[in-house]
């Protein structure tokens, strides 16, 4: 079964300040990997997606995140954070094949201070 | 692009009553939706997969006779909290994977809570 794992609980930055945000996934097969965001009182949003293809991927917002498969890793990554990027953050993975469950990471909140 | 709703977004409802939440998928059919529960600051959890036609399939720790689940078409879920408690308080979310199958659309969610 897929399991997702994010690094930090918790982070705090300065406005500008680079982000990386980390997350590994244990599963054995093809994987499709994403990155949600969730703001405060709103509903999960999409930020990025990995299929296939190129392992940086670039998503909405400035965000992007780069597949290492032999890392079983995908970091989300920002250059430089603004105080609005204050939310909680989703890892996720569903198996390559079609119309599987997706599985979320613990969630990392990250507070941006301006 | 595909759009997930859920009715109603908020529900208060007494102890020991029951309460049906629905996910419509309204552009797109889908024969398989998830259910996902979220507790305040936590992840989303899986709790079901929803198959058209067919029973659901739980997740492990998840009791089916206390969230029943009724795949009814093709693009309508619904997920009924039985003889609800206080600890079934939480914010519940369905999916519905895309026509290609890879993208999960995520409902806006449904806060429930029980008094």
């Known amino acids: 079964a897929q399991s997702v794992s994010q690094h930090n609980h918790h982070v705090i930055l300065s406005e500008a300040a680079s982000l990386e945000l980390g997350c590994n996934y244990s599963y054995g097969g093809t994987v499709n990997l994403f990155w949600y965001v969730q703001y405060p009182g709103q509903h999960l949003q999409l930020l990025l997606k990995?299929?296939?293809?190129?392992?940086l991927v670039k998503g909405i917002k400035g965000f992007e995140a780069e597949f290492i498969k032999s890392k079983f890793s995908f970091n989300l990554r920002k250059p430089s954070v603004q105080w609005s990027d204050t939310a909680e953050y989703f890892c996720?993975?569903?198996?390559?094949?079609?119309?599987?469950?997706?599985?979320f990471g613990p969630g990392t909140s990250l507070s941006v201070i301006p | 692009g595909a759009v997930v709703s859920q009715h109603p977004s908020r529900v208060i409802c007494k102890s020991g009553t029951s309460v049906k939440i629905e996910c419509r998928s309204l552009d797109f059919q889908a024969t398989t939706m998830f259910w996902y529960r979220q507790f305040p600051k936590k992840s989303l959890m899986l709790m079901a997969t929803?198959?058209?036609?067919?029973?659901?399939?739980?997740e492990q720790g998840v009791e089916k006779d206390k969230f029943l689940i009724n795949h009814a078409s093709l693009t309508l879920s619904t997920l009924t909290v039985t003889s609800a408690h206080p600890e079934d308080s939480s914010f519940y979310i369905c999916?519905?994977?895309?026509?290609?199958?890879?993208?999960?659309?995520f409902g806006p969610g449904t806060r429930l809570t029980v008094t």
């Open positions: 996720a993975v569903n198996a390559g094949t079609s119309y599987d469950k997706v599985i």
């Open positions: 990995y299929f296939s293809g190129d392992p």
């Open positions: 999916s519905a994977p895309g026509t290609s199958g890879r993208k999960q659309y």
């Open positions: 929803s198959n058209e036609g067919s029973k659901a399939t739980y």
